[in-house]
């Protein structure tokens, strides 16, 4: 069972409109990130969301954070070719020897934006 | 800073060979792990460190070797390279910090191995 379900898999659209990526759980989470990677790179950390409801935004991004902790969503207005790319969410389980726990990652959803 | 470099970038090995990822961050950072990312399966983890001299599996330690002697470096060892370890593999580090709030993840640009 994965920890951390994304959705969708992958995502087409093209430049201009908005969408919305998902990042669902079980589990209730001290905190959560999210990472954008493109091809040939590494994941780049993009936000890390802490408190029940919270919303943060970089930009075009905004990022929330589930009242109960357990899942995440990002939106993207007005999408741009850059911003394609493999978007991947991260946490640890909260209360699980919290020290040492390391990231689980989600699968990531494949966004490709067309111009 | 150079931040944390992976070695090679490229690989191509027989089944059977052996070798070492070579991973190293300059950002004196405690926590260093490796995980391989695989088409439709994500960033898995393989084995991990919180520190010089301690090393913990991951979600798929198997066939694979770790050793943490100097916090800089964490090299991942294959004994006996088999197919299934075709995979683009990606070392990552961060400051152990406070871990109820996540620290942010640096990662390598990642090393791409292919087992004939």
């Known amino acids: 069972t994965q920890l951390l379900e994304q959705s969708p898999q992958f995502l087409s659209i093209q430049e201009g409109e908005n969408l919305t990526v998902y990042c669902n759980s079980s589990s209730v989470f001290s905190s959560l990130q999210w990472y954008r990677q493109e091809p040939g790179e590494g994941p780049v950390l993009l936000v890390t969301?802490?408190?029940?409801?919270e919303v943060k935004k970089l930009k075009r991004l905004t990022f929330q954070f589930g009242d109960a902790r357990k899942d995440s969503s990002l939106h993207i207005t007005a999408a741009q070719p850059g911003d394609t790319g493999l978007y991947l969410c991260a946490a640890a389980p909260r209360g699980e020897n919290s020290g040492n726990t390391p990231l689980v990652f989600g699968k990531g959803t494949r966004l490709s934006v067309i111009a | 800073n150079a931040g944390v470099t992976q070695t090679p970038k490229f690989q191509v090995l027989k089944t059977g060979q052996s070798m070492t990822l070579q991973c190293a961050q300059d950002?004196?950072?405690?926590?260093m792990s490796w995980y391989r990312q695989d088409p439709g399966m994500g960033l898995r983890l393989i084995h991990y460190s919180v520190g010089a001299g301690i090393t913990d599996q991951g979600e798929v330690p198997n066939g694979y070797n770790v050793s943490r002697s100097t916090t800089e470096d964490f090299p991942l060892r294959l004994l006996s390279a088999a197919p299934s370890q075709t995979s683009v593999y990606f070392c990552?580090?961060?400051?152990?910090?406070?871990?109820?709030?996540?620290?942010?993840?640096?990662f390598g640009s990642g090393t791409q191995l292919s087992v004939l």
């Open positions: 950002m004196n950072h405690e926590y």
């Open positions: 969301v802490v408190t029940g409801g």
């Open positions: 990552a580090s961060t400051s152990r910090g406070e871990w109820i709030i996540m620290e942010k993840l640096f």
